[in-house]
T-cell receptor
């Protein structure tokens, strides 16, 4: 059975800290891995990763994929209170176009 | 970027009534639309996948007679929760995907059944 596992489940940090969120997966017919940020509404897209070892970067956020070890990390540097959210990892299967979501990591950043 | 809208944003209804939720892709043609449900503090669970002009494919454990999906055009899909009960209260999110595109999510619809 396909599955996506995220860790930690929850994280509380102070502003300015750097955090690393983990996502491991077991999915047949892997196409891509996606990261989303979810506040009170629907998820907003952060990154899509398809190739190993190529870092994607957007401001203070960056992500990388390891297709050999079947995991990805999402880094957030110099965290701000606005980074507080649930971060979701999802893997897209090529044969179905479906997204398989992990349970998410709830990040709380305190001033 | 691609925009997906959902209507309504919030709905409160009495037990036993039916509720229709619309999902529209505003600036692209969505060959496939997906419907998800999310309970509090849980992740998104895929309910069904719909392709324009064909019947939806439901995930295991999702009652197709209760959750009616219609993908009438390349920009519109509807989810009807028939005879809603309090346990159907949830956050319903659609996503839309064009050819060679990733999935773009709508803003979600919160359903509360009293």
């Amino acid at each position: 059975e396909d599955k996506v596992v995220q860790s930690p489940l929850s994280l509380v940090v102070h502003e300015g800290d750097t955090v690393t969120l983990n996502c491991s997966y077991e999915v047949t017919n892997f196409r891509s891995l996606l990261w989303y940020k979810q506040e009170k509404k629907a998820p907003t897209f952060l990154f899509m990763l398809t190739s190993s070892g190529i870092e994607k970067k957007s401001g203070r956020l960056s992500s990388i994929l390891d297709k050999k070890e079947l995991f990805s990390i999402l880094n957030i540097t110099a965290t701000q209170t606005g980074d507080s959210a649930v971060y979701l990892c999802a893997v897209e299967a090529s044969n179905t176009d479906k997204l398989i979501f992990g349970t998410g990591t709830r990040l709380q950043v305190f001033p | 970027g691609a925009v997906v809208s959902q209507h309504p944003s919030w709905v409160i209804c009495k037990s036993g009534t039916s509720v229709k939720i619309e999902c529209r892709s505003l600036d692209f043609q969505a060959t496939t639309m997906f419907w998800y449900r999310q309970f509090p503090k849980q992740s998104l669970m895929l309910m069904a996948t719909s392709n324009e002009g064909s019947k939806a494919t439901y995930e295991q454990g999702v009652e197709k007679d209760k959750f009616l999906i219609n993908h009438a055009s390349l920009t519109l899909s509807t989810l009807t929760v028939t005879s809603a009960h309090p346990e159907d209260s949830s956050f319903y999110i659609c996503s839309a995907k064009g050819i060679k595109e990733t999935q773009y999510f709508g803003p979600g619809t919160r359903l509360l059944v009293l």
